[in-house]
């Protein structure tokens, strides 16, 4: 189970498309990935444009033979096309849901149901509760984003799948809050490449983690979203956190070798450059850098406890999602408060 597959089936949903919109749109992972996908009766009515935009209506003899025709003046040949190219594929929630119960550590259940939001499972924390596990896959449709927040607005005390963060909206995330749902996004989530994730850790109160957890800087108030906070990177391996009318410092630690702590060095290139970018899988520092920048992005979390990641990934960069600069000190711009 990959992150293209969370992305791709946010972009191509949950009602059925075309085998060949998933292979192409899954490219290298469609062999691993297949087996998450299951037959529709009926052959799909229109196919991926392989060389353009748009999409390409099926015509054919409805048994063997078919084509790919554009809707409007014909340009160029047909696209021929095979049974087993227009057989519509559509998520299976069962296997769906028994490879995320043993990635994530829950137990998967077939709870019944035909809709976008379904509930697959349950986790019971230690000596607390059972939380019902939910993952939503969108339709593909203009109004996914109210139904979202429909079929969750009477749920409380839930974990909430979405395959990317595209679907965690502020409306979505003060309704997390209120109704105390824990919500993921799976697409970020196999994107770290953390392949022995366990809900039991991401649901661990500060007391009970087994790492050293860090006291918050800033305690969010109702409706706080990371594009509020402001980071202000001073020298001395400081960092200054703002918003509303709270506003503290931090700084990071390093050991005698070092001139500036890896945190610390990241947020000046954050700062600068208004992204970070791993090395190349291929380099010999990847994975020692990566977990590196994965460190720095829980402490912010652990100093400003928001329910989503600050950072979000575009086209292969790390893109903050809160507003960083250079200190005065360090020829930034004035101090403000945000």
């Known amino acids: 189970m990959t992150a293209r597959l969370w992305r791709v089936l946010d972009r191509l949903g949950s009602t059925g498309n075309a085998a060949i919109d998933w292979r192409l749109t899954l490219a290298d992972d469609w062999e691993d990935t297949r087996a998450y996908l299951e037959q529709s009766p009926g052959t799909a009515d229109s196919v991926i444009n392989p060389d353009g935009p748009g999409r390409l209506s099926v015509v054919g003899d409805l048994v063997s033979q078919y084509m790919a025709i554009p809707d409007d003046e014909p340009q160029g040949p ?4 095979s049974a087993e190219d227009v057989a519509v594929l559509r998520p299976d929630w069962d296997a769906l849901a ?14 019944g149901g035909d809709g976008v939001t379904r509930q697959i499972g349950i986790f019971q924390p230690r000596s607390e509760l059972p939380r019902p596990v939910i993952l939503h896959l969108p339709a593909g449709t203009f109004g996914d984003p109210t139904r979202l927040h429909h079929d969750l607005c009477e749920l409380e005390n839930a974990i909430v799948l979405l395959p990317t963060a595209t679907r965690l909206s502020p409306r979505l995330q003060k309704l997390g809050r209120r109704n105390q ?13 953390t392949s022995n994730f366990h809900l039991s850790t991401a649901m661990q109160s500060p007391s009970n983690s087994p790492n050293k957890r860090h006291k918050p800087v800033l305690h969010p108030k109702p409706g706080w979203t ?10 001395a391996g400081r960092l200054i956190f ?12 390093k050991s005698k070798e070092e001139i500036y702590s890896h945190g610390y060095e990241i947020m000046l290139n954050v700062a600068v450059l208004q992204e970070w970018q791993n090395p190349p899988s291929n380099a010999d520092d990847h994975e020692k850098v990566r977990k590196q920048f994965r460190r720095l992005e829980n402490l912010l979390i652990d100093l400003v406890p928001l329910p989503e990641r600050p ?3 575009v086209q292969g960069a790390f893109v903050p999602s809160f507003r960083v600069s250079l200190h005065k000190d360090l020829g930034g711009g004035a101090e403000s408060k945000c």
């Open 78 to 81: 047909p696209l021929p096309l």
């Open 98 to 111: 028994a490879e995320l119960g043993e990635q994530l550590g829950f137990v998967a259940a077939d709870w």
């Open 181 to 193: 749902l824990k919500i993921m996004t799976l697409a970020e989530l196999f994107d770290s490449d």
């Open 226 to 235: 990371w594009d509020m906070v402001r980071i202000e990177v001073t020298a």
């Open 242 to 253: 703002s918003c509303d009318d709270q506003r503290k410092e931090f700084t990071f630690r």
């Open 311 to 313: 950072f979000r990934r």
